[in-house]
Every structure is written in structure tokens, then in C-alpha cells.
């Protein structure tokens, strides 16, 4: 289910915090706003002011909206100009991921100290199997009222909880929940929960299939639960019609796994207007590397592959990647290599987008370091992770954009800058 899917905040009391918890064993929390609420809290002279996070440029797009904003249309993943349009008194506001990174290892810590079995998705949501805490910490519904009451009272966030048999329902429950609540639905009534709501509701329909589903007179769920396989196979496919078939009865029987590891990490900037000059060109890159570098620390991992993304005015985009000796998180080195590929690639054409991403990640503690030939024994990793800290207690504006990578001239060697 996409994240701008929308489901009518539940008065029904068969599901509510109420409601019987018995055979539901999995939790879906779902921060509220996670961005926005993060900044607010920064900022508590924002509170109850509309805040959008996001690209502030022409051509950005909003990561994040306050509950303030949404009143006035404001979605995430909507152009920030559209965004102005709609709500141009609200605060607008860039993204700050190592913010919003160490908020999110710290509302995980909070599900962690309750169960082991935590399934991140993303910085801001996890599904949690809670079968083994109940003798710690009592009954589904209380495990998650209790891991509410931590988030507001250690984090000054709030959170939404979905308590239910099955990831997919637990979902669509936090959703429902939102903001701020909680939501059980029965294992007895996951039918009556389910079938009356829109077909847009199953994960996997997008606005596309929707269309062709409601083409067909299904509108809701429990239309698209009763219709034949066959029909569904001529609307969305043969695999996707056996999938929304399986949901749309209730049946998803994926369990919780912890172990989730991420493929690659990285970062693009879109600018205003398309750019030729190599200078802004290469301050872009400095500042996508120490954006990657910091999510790689973040989230204790290394990587092997730097990989270079352009996109030119036209909307062609071509990709280029070099993987190095010894894997890294330091923006030093990836942006060096980010440099020799774009260097190497040479376009002469106005450029529209950027991006630097990394891949092939490993654990860091897991990988051994190897020294370059000459190179000093504390450098330019011990400078980033100081910075990272200082970011983390004053926030990454007072480190400033880039700047423990300079600029400097491709003949002119640079020393660490001092933490």
C-alpha cells in the first residue's frame, strides 16, 4: 500500500484500542509525520504551524508534512511547487538525515528493548512479532500502548500501532490509526475489517490497476475478494491477481524478519535549473558523498561500489560505477571516485540531476580495514564520525554543507579538516 493511500480514521468500536487482541501477534508502528515531527521538535516554535520537509527548490519534492499542512492538500512525494501553491504560509524546511537517522536508532532501540524480532522498512515504520514478550510485558495491545507511552515520553514523537494477525493487516491498521492512535483488528473480523474498503488499499494496487479494477465494478475489497481469478488475471496480470486475491481474503502468511539488510545507500539532488559549469557540478557530488557517507555510519555499514548517476536535460540517464580495493563510508573517497566517473564521462550537455549512491554493503564491523600505502592511521574517517556527532547534538547546519570535503583543485592535496 502506497504511503499516500489514505484510510478513514476508524469510529467502529469492534476495531479500536479496545477491541480483542487474541492471536494478534504482530505490530505495525508507523511514526507520524517523521520528518516534519522531528524538526518540530528541534524547533518548538513550529508547533502547531503547517511544516513541510522536503526539496525547497523549483523543481523539489516533499519528503515530509506536517498533519498541519495536510489540511491544505499537502502529500508527500507532491512537487514542493504545487506544495507553495496550496500552502504558501507553511514553513519549508530541507531534509536533515542525520536528524531524522538517529531519531529512527532511537525509536528502534525503544522496539528492540520489547521484542527482538523488529522488521524495519524504513527510518520512520517496523513491523514487530511480539508473540515472545507476553509474558513480560502482557497482552498485543498493551505491548503496543506501552511502546506509544516511550516514544512520546523519551522521543517527544508521537506514533501510530496497527495490532493484528498479519503484517498486511497490521498496516492497513496503524493507517487507519493515524495520527497518534491505535488500532486492533480482531483475528476473528479480519473480513468485516477488510472487504468494505477501497480496492486502493491492498498493497500492490497503484492508481493504474485501481482504475482498471474499478472498470470492472470492483470498488472495494470485498467486490475484488468475490470476483473470479479469471477476471482479475485480464485486469492486473496473472501474479498480481493471485496476490490481491490472497490479501483480499485476509491470507498473508510472510512472518516478521528481523534481518533486513540494505542493498545500497544514496543520494541525488535535483537542480533548479540545468547546470553546465563543473564547479557547481563538483560541489553537488562533495555534498551527496558526505550525505551517503553519513548514512552509511549511520546504519554501521561499508561498501565496495561507488556508482554515478547523470541525468541530462533531455531526461537520458546514464549510469557509471567503479568498485574499489577496500570497502568504505568515508565521502572522501566516494566522492574522489564519484569525480574520476563524471570526469571520465565528460559530458558537454546541460545536466538536470546527480546522484551518488553506494553498493555492495557490508557490515563495518564485520570488514576488515586496510591501510592505503603512506596513508595516516586516523584521517579522514575519524574527522566525518567526528563531525557526525557534533551534527547529531547541534544539528548539521552549524557543520555546514560539505565541509569537511572543501573544495580544492584537482593538483592540490588537502589535509583532514580538525573535528
Not at 551527496?288 to 533531455?314: H, I, N, P, Y
Amino acid at each position: 500500500m502506497g504511503r499516500s493511500q489514505s484510510l478513514p480514521r476508524g469510529g467502529d468500536p469492534r476495531f479500536g484500542p479496545d477491541a480483542d487482541d487474541t492471536g494478534c501477534l504482530i505490530l505495525h508502528v508507523d511514526m507520524d509525520a517523521f520528518f516534519a515531527s522531528v524538526e518540530v521538535r528541534r524547533r518548538p516554535e513550529l508547533r502547531g504551524r503547517p511544516v513541510v520537509v522536503g526539496g525547497i527548490g523549483p523543481r523539489g519534492v516533499v519528503s515530509s508534512a506536517s498533519y498541519e499542512a495536510r489540511r491544505y492538500g499537502v502529500r508527500s512525494a507532491m512537487p514542493t511547487a504545487r506544495a507553495r501553491a496550496l500552502c504558501p504560509h507553511a514553513v519549508y524546511l530541507p531534509p536533515d538525515f542525520a536528524q531524522y537517522s538517529a531519531a529512527s536508532r532511537a525509536v528502534m532501540q525503544i522496539f528492540r528493548d520489547v521484542t527482538p524480532l523488529v522488521e524495519p522498512l524504513s527510518l520512520d515504520e517496523a513491523f514487530l512479532d511480539v508473540a515472545g514478550a507476553r509474558r513480560l510485558f502482557g497482552s498485543p495491545a498493551r505491548i503496543a500502548r506501552l511502546i506509544r507511552h516511550r516514544v512520546a515520553e523519551e522521543q517527544s514523537l508521537t506514533c501510530s500501532v496497527g495490532v493484528a494477525s498479519s503484517k498486511f493487516v497490521a498496516k492497513l491498521g496503524s493507517t487507519r490509526a493515524k495520527p497518534d492512535g491505535l488500532l486492533v483488528v480482531p483475528a476473528a473480523r479480519v473480513l468485516d475489517f477488510l472487504h468494505p474498503l477501497p480496492v486502493a488499499a491492498l498493497w500492490g494496487v497503484g492508481e493504474r490497476s485501481a482504475e482498471a479494477l474499478r472498470r470492472l465494478g470492483l470498488n472495494t475489497v470485498g467486490d475484488l475478494a468475490e470476483a473470479p481469478v479469471g477476471m482479475l488475471r485480464r485486469a492486473v496480470g496473472e501474479a498480481s491477481a493471485t496476490h490481491l486475491h490472497e490479501l483480499a481474503w485476509g491470507r498473508d502468511p510472510r512472518r516478521v524478519s528481523p534481518e533486513h539488510v540494505e542493498k545500497s545507500i544514496g543520494a541525488e539532488v535535483t537542480f533548479d535549473t540545468d547546470v553546465t559549469d563543473p564547479t557547481e557540478i563538483r560541489r553537488a557530488l562533495l555534498a551527496l558523498a558526505e550525505k551517503v557517507g553519513t548514512r552509511l555510519r549511520a546504519a554501521g555499514q561499508v561498501g565496495r561500489t561507488v556508482s554515478l548517476k547523470v541525468r541530462f536535460a533531455d531526461f537520458r540517464t546514464v549510469n557509471r560505477s567503479r568498485t574499489l580495493t577496500v570497502p568504505t563510508d568515508t565521502a572522501r573517497e566516494m566522492f574522489d571516485t564519484a569525480w574520476t566517473l563524471w570526469t571520465a564521462l565528460a559530458p558537454g550537455e546541460p545536466v538536470r540531476l546527480v546522484g551518488v549512491r553506494m553498493e555492495g554493503l557490508a557490515a563495518a564491523e564485520e570488514t576488515p580495514r586496510q591501510l592505503t600505502l603512506g596513508a595516516p592511521e586516523r584521517g579522514w574517517r575519524e574527522a566525518e564520525a567526528a563531525a557526525d556527532a557534533a551534527a547529531a547534538r547541534f544539528g548539521r547546519s552549524v557543520i555546514g554543507p560539505a565541509s569537511l570535503l572543501r573544495r580544492r583543485d584537482p593538483q592540490r592535496v588537502e589535509k583532514p579538516a580538525r573535528p
